[in-house]
């Protein structure tokens, strides 16, 4: 079993996005998936709640942050969304229960600086040294062949940690969330170029782990 834990303590940058659309991943395959909320507002729990009914089904985790536990037993995975402004007990908890981390940048330099303390931070974690936790960025709202994403590339780079992939811009997700679905949800044309995007990050995903 395989949590993975998407966190970017900076606010808007897509952690709901990538959580839910991970989750709906999972469930699609077939897979028993659990999705956490760490956030106070709870607004991956209030997608979930708008998730129709036949699809695939993704579950609610519960994570009670002053007893933190694993997930159920027999998950095969858990997707973990965070807060903006994670730090102390609620950072700590997610690297406890995190074999992965995804950190979501929006490749402008403001994004890129809020973000570095805590990508710097990541980095040097005992687990992610040791490779425990594993640690990959996905670019966010971005075309991969602009200037801009190669400054992503270039930092992100330079903290000797992989960029996954790049997800552009586009209505789907908002369209597809408001509805409690996920780019596995739909018809495949009409989603087929997000699809193309998420490959690499879904190959990162799968490879083995700890």
């Known amino acids: ?42 607004s991956a729990h209030a997608w979930l709640d708008l998730r129709p009914a036949g699809l695939p ?7 009670d942050l002053d ?8 998950l095969e995975h858990a997707v973990v969304d965070t807060p903006a402004g994670l730090h102390g007990n609620r950072l700590g908890v997610a690297l406890e229960l995190a074999d992965k981390v995804i950190v979501p940048l929006q490749p402008s330099l403001f994004d890129i600086l809020a973000t570095q303390d805590f990508l710097e931070r990541l980095a040097k974690e005992k687990a992610v040294r040791k490779g425990s936790i594993q640690v990959g960025v996905v670019g966010m709202r971005v075309d991969a062949r602009t200037r801009s994403a190669d400054q992503l590339h270039r930092f992100v780079e330079g903290l000797d940690l992989p960029v ?14 408001a509805h409690g679905l996920t780019l596995w949800d739909v ?13 690499p990050i879904l190959e990162w995903v799968n490879a083995a782990g700890r």
């Open 1 to 42: 079993m395989t949590v993975i834990v998407v966190a970017n303590p900076k606010g808007g940058v897509g952690k709901s996005t990538l959580s839910t659309n991970l989750a709906g991943y999972f469930a699609a395959q077939g897979e028993w998936v659990a999705l956490a909320d760490l956030d106070r507002q709870q």
């Open 164 to 177: 996954l992939g790049y997800l552009r811009d586009t209505q789907n997700y908002v369209q597809l969330a």
């Open 67 to 74: 007893v933190p536990a694993k997930p159920p037993k027999g």
């Open 187 to 199: 018809a495949k044309s009409r989603v087929e170029k997000d699809l193309e995007q998420w490959q």
């Open 57 to 63: 089904p993704i579950e609610t985790w519960e994570v």
